[in-house]
């Protein structure tokens, strides 16, 4: 039968039933009057797990059950209104054996009782029996008595969950009970028979135990419950978190704190607020979750925000004494990048935006003045082992007619700004690495560029008189314009400029050429011919030399099989013997140098004349190049601080590197091309894609032959 | 107006009985349909169609209580608008979630039970069941009260509901089966 057919059977009974519900009760729901009566037919098990010829001991206990939630109910208020409970228990003393606790009492007499236990879910209004446990009843005594610094406290906050010892002696009449609650706390009541009692001290006793002793009583416990009670008390209902979320959401300020993963430095973490609590609190809910133990909790770029949620979706209360106590994982773990979109939604920036006057702004930019030096950086943040990376890109500029420039900033309108919010919008992140997505820096302090301001195109400024955003985004692109208007490039950023345009801005390129380069005692040589297939950046070159602290003439083999990504080998002419090969990226360190191909050299070259730190930029500056352009070439050439020392770079006019000499008093690097042709229309070249995964399974039967 | 003078209007099929019925009852059938159908055309289609089921209905059917055959007419069609909608498991409008009521659903086919001996089985049980539990039980999953509205009406808490609840559900699972009634 399917379940709507039985709901409308259910719509279907008595009048008479479906009328008395509708009419007042007024018989006593008060939780110290409520008599719970069950069915007085004797065949009626009513739980899971129940053995039915003890059923009128499960009759009892049941009611003790239900007198446990009601306890619950009455001195906490009720499971799902946990904010009437206070926050913290009233931590009394130690225990000290010198009066008839109950936990004595029963402990001492333990022999004349009999033990059952029970685990409870109340999320779910789960009580399920697990065993008649007389047998256990010493070992659990003794183990109790083994916990250290179990102290005796007057209130506790709620928990879902909770262990369920009873004790009964048929004889006296005796009834006690212990539950043990999974944040911890529990107590020992006596009940004596009045299962609907509510237990006032003396009759219950609290005592804080400890989160990891629930823990094992409950394993022990599941580990020999049926499957049905395991399930159910791991079951994590919507109720449940929605409580949970609730309670604790309401509590919190909507302030939020993220760690992310690893985080060591004060300055990577960050704060936010909430913008929507009933947003998130709905959007927990629509996912599964399970129970876990506090030490299965997975710290992974994790939020405190009241509760504590971690983007791989775990769940759990913060603080010594949450109210309500929970811990929970996703059920699915594939939903995680689900649960943290979602949270992500909800969150705002910790500042909130003020407006900015337009005078605030031209004070805040006063020192921009005509001339100013201006640094454009892009790509990525961070100097791997060896150089530069390839994609990092800086260009210098001054600024003309500073006021002018200042007055068009200052004419938009602007709010104060979250520093986060900067650092977020004005980065990517690419594979892991924090990207740049543009800035111009003006102005020099302490041998740093950024002095004066930092401003964004994307519509922000970080400024010594605090950061601003555009309070309107539609006036991005206008706020960008304003930089190609008063920003003039410097020639050696133009040179850069032409360079790096120059590597891709026609179809191919084939020659003669020679590479030369001395450093100290060792050099390098090749000659030999290069194709170079511009468009695709697709490079072969092949010559006849020796690299670096090679003794012996080899073949060697350059190339490039797209963007930054280089490989290299070398043979041994005498033996036929692959001397060195390897793949390798432009930043990419190592102790024996790498080879420079043609596009890394000229992407060297792009940097020599842009470096992007400011000691850099100053010693590049002293080259003080001297441009000249006659018969469709570029030569900038600068004049050593000795004669004989310099260095001469010939491009074309539209900037293909042609050739390049640095000669310095330890170094030289001379690279000439000659016989070239650009953009032949019979170019053809070697299949480079094969060569690199040649290249690199050489590498890979290298270096197996060297770890043996 | 009473309910017996809209019964007799109705039964001389006088046509302001469904005016009658609208004014009395058209806030509780919203609300028992509502409890069922998320969306409000639907449920106002519902109360509608229940409007004239009763004027069909009566005569010849004379019910003792007017307002509880309303109710379960409206009820009936509401799930019947549900299970057409093919919306009825995910709709977090209708409180009561069938997963809630699925341990106590037989296993036999439909065709092998007619609802109506299903129904009096469920009332047989109820009857034997205790005042305030049955009570809950019916507002439950009759009326489709939440738990939370369920502890208002009662002064109880939640979590005694849900308890009373999850007993109720087990002892008719155990009563049906009794019945004769099979379970997987």
Redesign the interface.
Known sequence: ??????????????????????TP?T?K???DD?K??????E??????GVDVYHRNIWKKC?GIA?SL??V??AVG?????FNKMKDKPVVNEEIENDYASIYETVKENKDSYDMNEYVCN?S????SFVREANDYKDKLFEYLDSIEGVKKVEEYPNSFRCVLFTFSDDKSGKKYDFSLRENGYGFWQETNGDENAVMTPPNIESYYYGKDVFEKLFEEALNVADSDTVEAMNKVSQ?EIENFVTNHLEKCDGKVVYYPWQSAEECEIKKYSITDKEALTDALMNFEWVKIKESEFEYYDWYDMGIRISENGYLMAVGNDPDPYGCYKLKYEDESEKLAAEIRSVLGYAVDSSDVSSEDIKNALQELTTGTLAQWRSGPDYVPQGRENYETTARYYTLNDGESFINEIASFEWVTCDSLEIDEKAYFYDHGMMNLKGAYNFGITENSFGGTGSFYPLGYIISTAGRFKLKNESDAEKFAAIFDKYLIMEKESEIAEKICSGMTNYDNLRGHFTFEKTYGDEDQIIDGYMSYDAKNEKLYMKGDGHLFYQEKENTIELIMNGHDNAAYRTVEKETGNIDRVGTYRYSSGSSIPLPDNYAYLCKSLEKSLTPRGFNEYNSAKQNNYQITESNGKIELYSHGATDGFYTRIILTERGQLISYENIGPSYKTIFKLDDYEFDSPDFTMEDVGQLYESMKADEEEQYKRQME | MDDVSIIELLQKRDQSAINELRQKYERLCTYIAGNVLSQHEDVEECVNSACYEIWDSIPPAKPNDLKSYLCSVVRNIAINRLEYNSAAKRDSRYTVSLDEISECVPADADDNITLSELADAISRFLRTQDELQRRIFVRRYTYGDSVAEIAKRFSLNESTVSTYLFRTRKKLKVFLKKEGYDYE
């Open positions: 039968m399917n379940n709507n057919n039985f709901m409308k059977a259910m719509s279907m009974i008595d009048e008479d039933l479906v009328k008395e519900a509708d009760y018989g729901t008060e939780a409520t719970v009566s069950f069915s007085e037919d065949n009626s098990a009513v739980v899971s049941l239900a939630v009601i619950l109910g208020g009720g499971i799902y209104h109340y779910s209004a789960e009580i109720e």
